[in-house]
């Protein structure tokens, strides 16, 4: 099914881009905007690593080596199609992936359980030990 989306993801871009954001889901797309500080509708890995230097860890600041390999991750995972920019719909897609690989339990619902344990696996997978020592 994420395959299947991902192959019609270039066809829709290209056909009508307008329409193609329409259809992302309000939150995300207030995300997305947040990011995308140039306003251009495409986040850069430039915009991706601001917006990830910029949040919180519990209460300590984001250590910038692990920011970055978090905005790194996230961005080579959300580039769909590789064209070194992130859409709407490919953040769309990504959080779509993600929130059903982290909803254990299947209601549709991502319990803060559910959330603290993805945040871990974040946080412990990007960038175990010190990053550029
Ligand atoms: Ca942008
Ligand atoms: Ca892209």
Request: aromatic residues 6%; glycine residues 10%.
């Amino acid at each position: 099914m994420f395959r299947r989306s991902l192959s019609l993801l270039p066809l829709l871009l290209l056909a009508t881009p307008a329409l193609a954001a329409d259809k992302v889901d309000p939150k995300i797309k207030a995300d997305f905007d947040k990011t995308d500080t140039n306003h251009d509708g495409f986040l850069t890995r430039a915009e991706v690593d601001a917006r990830v230097a910029r949040m919180d860890v519990g209460k300590a600041k984001m250590p910038a080596g692990k920011a970055k390999a978090i905005a790194g991750a996230w961005f080579n995972t959300a580039d769909a199609n590789h064209d070194g920019k992130v859409s709407p719909a490919e953040m769309q897609g990504l959080f779509r992936a993600l929130a059903s690989r982290y909803d254990t339990n299947h209601d549709g619902v991502i319990s803060l359980d559910e959330r603290a344990a993805a945040r871990a696996a974040v946080l412990g997978g990007a960038g175990a030990g010190p990053v550029g020592r």
